[in-house]
């Protein structure tokens, strides 16, 4: 054990080390509730499309078509960095206990090597999980929310984005909300969904009095 803690903090190797407590502290809050899986998430403008039956069309170009050829903006972004920072920390102790390169520059060239092969073990592991997340967009989208009548999951206000659930047609669909100025809708209370936000993909929503 105190060999690999020696490891894990030797040289570059803090770099995915830190990297991965981070990943690891941030599902620790998610799981006790303090925040909601999206939390750090953004967003991404990417033109790609997934195929649900086969693999990802990469149809934007530059740095847009390079983060959707790995499936980022596809799915929170912190389920494909966990996928990333695993491989990159497991390879990175890896590559120390058997090279044992001291040289900075040589392990800086090493370290992004390994970013770029996680890069691609990442994106093996997350095609399923971002074809998951596109049924589920193309089963929001087949279900215009305004106007219908939602229960709110997490508390909505006016300055501090919320959750909520509609049902509909057999399909529950969980949608970004938020509220008119000094309002503010617990969780468990209903609302109907009056707006879409388009530019911020969030929902406008009011009191079901």
Aim: some cysteine; proline content about 3%.
């Amino acid at each position: 054990m105190q060999a690999l803690l020696d490891a894990s903090l030797s040289g570059l190797n803090i770099i995915p080390t830190v990297l991965m407590a981070f990943v690891l502290i941030y599902w620790i809050i998610v799981i006790i509730g303090v925040i909601d899986i999206d939390t750090l998430d953004f967003d991404v403008d990417v033109e790609a499309d997934l195929d649900v039956d086969g693999d990802v069309e990469v149809g934007g170009e530059g740095i847009a078509g390079v983060l959707s050829f790995f499936n980022i903006g596809h799915m929170p972004f912190m389920i494909f960095l966990s996928f990333l920072a695993f491989p990159l920390w497991v390879l990175s102790i890896l590559s120390a206990q058997y090279f044992g390169i001291t040289n900075l520059f040589a392990n800086a060239g090493i370290l992004v090597l390994l970013f770029v092969a996680s890069l691609f073990i990442a994106k093996i592991f997350t095609t399923p999980i971002a074809k998951f997340y596109l049924k589920l967009r193309q089963e929001d989208e087949a279900v215009n929310p305004i106007g219908k009548r939602c229960k709110v999951l997490l508390t909505v206000k006016s300055n501090s984005m919320g959750q909520a659930e509609i049902k509909a047609n057999g399909t529950s669909i969980l949608i970004s909300a938020v509220t008119r100025d000094g309002v503010e809708i617990k969780k468990g209370e209903y609302a109907l969904v009056i707006d879409h936000i388009k530019d911020k993909n969030h929902y406008l929503i009011e009191p079901d009095e």
